[in-house]
C-alpha cells in the first residue's frame, strides 16, 4: 500500500503543479481527484471497474456542464444532482466521487462548455495509467518480495490492541 500510495500521491502533485503553473491546464486540478484517487488505489486489480467509474464520471461532469451552462442557479443544480444520483443508481457506478464530479462546473464557472469534461478526462486517464502502472510493478518479483517485508515488519512493529475485559 506504501508504493500505491507514493505513485498517487506523485500523480496528484504532477497535476497540482501543472494546473497552477499552466494556465491552460488550470482545471486538470480539482478536489474530487483526490477522492478518486483514493478509490482508485483499492481497485488497483479492478481496471475494468475502473474505467466504468471514469466514464461514469465524465458523463457526471458533463451532465452538470451543460445545465450550469444553461443556468447558474439552484434549479440547475438541482438537476444535476438528480439526475447523476439516477444514473448512478441505474448504470451501478457506485462510487460517490462521482456525484461530488457533477458539481464541479458549479464552482470552478468554466469558460467553455468542454473544458471542464475534457479535463477531467484528461485527469482520469492519467490516473487510470497510474493505476495500470502500480498494477505492473507490483507484479515485479523483487517489489512484491519487498512490499511481503515491509508487511511483516510493520506487523512486529504494531502493537495489538488490547481487548478490554467488563
Not at 33 to 55: E, N, P, Y
Request: charged share 10%; net charge positive.
Amino acid at each position: 500500500m506504501l508504493l500505491r500510495s507514493i505513485i498517487i500521491c506523485c500523480y496528484l502533485m504532477g497535476a497540482y503543479w501543472a494546473s497552477y503553473h499552466f494556465p491552460s491546464l488550470k482545471m486538470v486540478f480539482y478536489p474530487t481527484l483526490g477522492a478518486f484517487s483514493f478509490l482508485f488505489m483499492h481497485r488497483v486489480d479492478q481496471i475494468k471497474d475502473v474505467g466504468r467509474i471514469t466514464l461514469g464520471a465524465i458523463v457526471a461532469v458533463t451532465i452538470g456542464s451543460v445545465m450550469y451552462s444553461v443556468s447558474h442557479g439552484a434549479v440547475s443544480f438541482f438537476l444535476t444532482a438528480i439526475v447523476t444520483i439516477s444514473l448512478i443508481q441505474l448504470l451501478k457506478w457506485n462510487a460517490a466521487p462521482i456525484l461530488a464530479v457533477s458539481f464541479v462546473p458549479f464552482f470552478a464557472h468554466p469558460t467553455s462548455i468542454w473544458a471542464l469534461p475534457s479535463a477531467v478526462l484528461v485527469s482520469l486517464l492519467g490516473l487510470m495509467v497510474s493505476v495500470w502502472l502500480i498494477g505492473k510493478v507490483e507484479q515485479m518479483p523483487v517489489v512484491s518480495k519487498w512490499s511481503e517485508a515491509l508487511a511483516l515488519f510493520r506487523s512486529k512493529v504494531t502493537p495489538t490492541p488490547v481487548k478490554k475485559e467488563l
